[in-house]
């Protein structure tokens, strides 16, 4: 059975940092891609970061000099260090995982930001 188990959130005022880690296991296929998505209150899940096992790299232009993404794909672990953080990225950010059969999604993580 796929896992996904993400931890490090919190909550911090404006302005601090945080790192959210994820591991994943149990999978028998090769992962392609691994990321990040967030949904803040009444808003739609969003992506937030991702990169694939051929070395490209996306972020929402959001969050583009604030977060940065890093992991193994080969030891499935992926991290997002979160710097400079905002009211508006309030969410709970989950952890994502695809092969090229699937996508696979952590139980999320709540990041809280106050003014």
């Known amino acids: 059975q796929v896992q996904l188990v993400e931890s490090g959130g919190g909550s911090v005022q404006a302005g601090g940092s945080l790192r959210l880690s994820c591991a994943v296991s149990g999978t028998s296929f090769s992962i392609r891609v691994l990321g990040w998505y967030r949904q803040g209150p009444g808003k739609e899940r969003e992506l937030v970061a991702l990169?694939?096992?051929?070395?490209?790299?996306n972020y929402a232009d959001s969050v583009k000099g604030r977060f940065t993404i890093s992991g193994d794909i080969a030891e499935n672990s992926v991290y997002l260090q979160l710097n400079s953080l905002k009211p508006e990225d309030t969410a709970l950010y989950y952890c994502?995982?695809?092969?090229?059969?699937?996508?696979?999604w952590g139980q999320g993580t709540q990041v809280t930001v106050s003014s």
């Open positions: 990169f694939t096992s051929g070395g490209d790299t």
């Open positions: 994502y995982a695809a092969t090229p059969f699937r996508n696979y």
